[in-house]
């Protein structure tokens, strides 16, 4: 990495994680209130683009979704090019409109992956060539309308494999998706925390998107090394507002794309103004240009990084009670509003935890290490323990009934004081930032989305419930010490039996 780069000085991204912490004294001094008349759009509208309605009768796959949530290679000899039915699929069920609830307020269209708030301030933008039904582009998905729209007509690949330093995967991809995300969007209700969001969010569509992949027997691999400026370019991204996060090749042919053409046009497409008013935090900003990759050669740089973290070793999920497609639990999964106090058993939690390890960054360690509360598991004793991923096994830390410490963990909410186990996400961000520097963070971040959401999805599967919580960072940190002293806290996931099936 170059030593001057921004990436490279990360005293950035400590300073980002310190200053959104949350404690209990921080929420309570919080003036912050949500300005409803003000709330932003969830949304990206182009006004002038013409709508290209996707098929909405894509059937089905026959896969059972534990196998689609732990897939790490889908073992595809030579050339496999999604068609546009595929494509379809996969935005489906990554980020289209799954349900719709009333409420006295007015009406929120879910998706089909977890988003804090519900706020959904994800896009998904479709990078590809010549697809059997699709002609090569540059579009963008509109859940609203379940449709693409032309941002650019041709082949822009090249672009993607430039940005990316030539990723092996990027260049022979027919179709890549970019995740963007909107900071106003978030932030509105999180604040300077949105760009953990960010992450969070991002990562539990992308849980999704690499199950449905695994599902139609797709190559797909999540990449996050690229030269930010020239994929926001791409996209014509107002990159005050919003930036690329991160990008999933899809499929493989022999074919290299062709050339960068010399420039990339600005195109400035109007699009309907997200509310009447944004509140800027710059600290989103910050963060985002100290974690931005500026050249290519820095982006090969990044990729080559040698690490000292250890990656997980494979571990066969047992696959017992999964007995529902993939598509099929994306469409009932929902947060748990509550949970019964009534334990899983033992081989529910290892199912769990088995599938959703898998299969994240292929070959490569997991940044983040995973920390449970067990209230009431069959077969275990409660306590705190850490999950060994070599092993496998829980390792117990301390034995103990929890559940108040649990539930003032996970911001003072019922929810993991209830359920049956919670997982901790703690990360040791000096050893992920030494090697990583500040894009380290985004992917540290990343990665607990998609852990979290693979854990959504493989509980569903189970016919368990879970939610995604926040919390109390330092107190998490000082539960699970000494063993997590050099740990931070980055995610929380609540797991048990919902109140209400869904
Ligand atoms: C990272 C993350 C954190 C969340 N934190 C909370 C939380 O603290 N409290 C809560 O009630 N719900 C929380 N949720 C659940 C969201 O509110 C929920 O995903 C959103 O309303 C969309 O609904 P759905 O998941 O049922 O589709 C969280 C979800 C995620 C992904």
Redesign the pocket.
């Known amino acids: 990495m170059p030593p001057n780069s921004a990436n490279r000085d990360t005293s950035r991204a400590w300073a980002y994680h310190e200053a959104t912490k949350h404690s209990e004294w921080s929420i309570q001094s919080s003036r912050h209130y949500l300005d409803w008349a003000n709330q932003p759009l969830p949304l990206k509208i182009y006004t002038t683009l013409t709508p290209i309605p996707l098929p909405r009768d894509a059937d089905q796959t026959g896969i059972s979704a534990l196998s689609a949530v732990s897939a790490t290679d889908i073992g595809v000899e030579g050339e496999r090019i999604p068609t546009l039915a595929d494509l379809t699929r996969i935005l489906y069920f990554s980020a289209g409109i799954?349900?719709k609830r009333t409420y006295p307020g007015g009406e929120?269209y879910?998706?089909?992956?977890?988003?804090?708030?519900?706020?959904?301030e994800f896009e998904l933008y479709v990078i590809c060539t010549d697809l059997p039904g699709l002609r090569a582009g540059v579009y963008h998905f509109g859940p609203g309308d379940f449709a693409l729209r032309l941002l650019r007509d041709g082949d822009y690949r090249g672009v993607l494999a430039a940005a990316s330093a030539r990723e092996e995967s990027i260049v022979h991809a027919p179709a890549t998706i970019v995740c963007t995300g909107t900071y106003w969007r978030n932030s509105w209700k999180y604040r300077a925390r949105t760009y953990r969001?960010f992450g969070?969010?991002n990562?539990?569509i992308l849980a999704n998107m690499l199950a449905m992949n695994a599902a139609l027997q797709i190559p797909a691999k999540p990449v996050l090394g690229f030269v930010d400026s020239e994929v926001n370019q791409l996209l014509d991204l107002d990159t005050e507002r919003e930036v690329a996060f991160s990008m999933v090749s899809m499929g493989r042919m022999n074919n290299e794309p062709p050339e960068r053409p010399p420039e990339v046009s600005k195109l400035s497409f109007p699009t309907v103004p997200l509310s009447q008013n944004e509140v800027d935090y710059p600290e989103l900003r910050e963060i985002h240009a100290a974690s931005s990759l500026v050249s290519a050669e820095e982006v090969y740089q990044w990729r080559m990084q040698p690490t000292a973290l250890q990656g997980p070793t494979p571990h066969p999920p047992a696959l017992s009670g999964s007995d529902s497609t993939i598509a099929q639990v994306i469409l009932r999964?929902?947060?748990?509003?509550k949970f019964k106090r009534t334990s899983i058993t033992q081989e529910q939690l290892f199912a769990i935890l088995k599938a959703s390890t898998q299969g994240i960054w292929p070959g490569l360690p997991l940044l983040n290490d995973l920390y449970l509360i067990i209230n009431s598991v069959d077969d275990i004793s409660p306590g705190a323990y850490f999950y060994n991923h070599e092993t496998g096994q829980l390792e117990c830390l301390k034995e103990g009934a929890f559940r108040h410490e649990a539930r003032h963990l996970?911001?003072q909410?019922d929810?993991p004081g209830d359920a049956a186990a919670d997982i901790f996400f703690l990360a040791n961000l000096d050893e992920i930032l030494e090697p990583f520097g500040n894009r380290g963070y985004r992917a540290v971040q990343l990665e607990?989305?998609i852990l979290?959401?693979k854990m959504?999805l493989a509980a569903y599967a189970l016919h368990l419930g879970a939610?995604?919580?926040?919390?109390f960072d330092d107190d998490v940190t000082s539960f699970f010490s000494p063993h997590a002293k050099e740990k931070s806290a980055i995610?929380?996931?609540a797991l048990g039996h919902a109140e209400k099936i869904r």
């Open positions: 799954t349900k929120i879910f998706r089909a992956a977890s988003c804090t708030g519900a706020l959904y969001h969070w969010d990562g539990t999964r929902g947060s748990t509003r996970g911001l909410q929810l607990a989305g979290g959401g959504y939610t995604g919580l926040t919390f995610f929380l996931l």
